[in-house]
């Protein structure tokens, strides 16, 4: 959560070794030495434990992200995502577009959402980072070639990235000659 809602670069997001472990989290690669959040405290802290030398650009890089959300507020910056995503699904479901996951086990800053029978995935991915300068990613193992997977985290959960999304979708897809519903702008204009 912490990289994707404060932009927090991936290795100074991760826990170190000295934060406590959860049981999802995957370990550090061997010989990796950048400490997670809670382990630089133990280093800035008076214990002064960590030897390592710590990256520099990724530590103002974590001191700037959460300098953001302090700044917007934490509970905000939730809210933000939340609202953003909705208005994703809403527009995606006006579409005719079905998204993977049911609504209760959605998350705000990722999106599978099915790719429509006549849809070349990689054609219709390669068209809207070219003509639109939109990159959403494509399914992974069994989902490849069947979902897109569409980011909506820091910086990019913001209406207008939204609307455009939307629309280039919706016109990538036409010329495609994938026959859907228009107007998803609209239903998702309604809730950002």
Known sequence: MLQRVAEVPERAARPGPGDRPRPHARPPP???VLPGPGTLWTYWGPQRAYHHTVSAPLVCALHEALRLVVAESLEARVERHWRHARALWKGLAAMGLQ????EPYRSPTITAVRIPD??????????LLRDYGIEIAGGLGPLRGR???IGLMGYSSQ????TLLLKA???VLATEGV???QGAVGEAAALL
């Not at 998204?99 to 049911?102: F, H, I, N, P, R």
């Not at 209406?159 to 939204?162: L, S």
């Open 30 to 32: 061997p010989g990796d």
């Open 99 to 102: 998204v993977l996951a049911e």
């Open 118 to 127: 006549g849809a070349d995935d990689a054609q219709v991915r390669g068209r």
């Open 147 to 149: 979902v897109w997977r």
């Open 159 to 162: 209406p207008r990235w939204v």
């Open 169 to 171: 979708l919706e016109t």
């Open 179 to 181: 026959r859907l519903p």
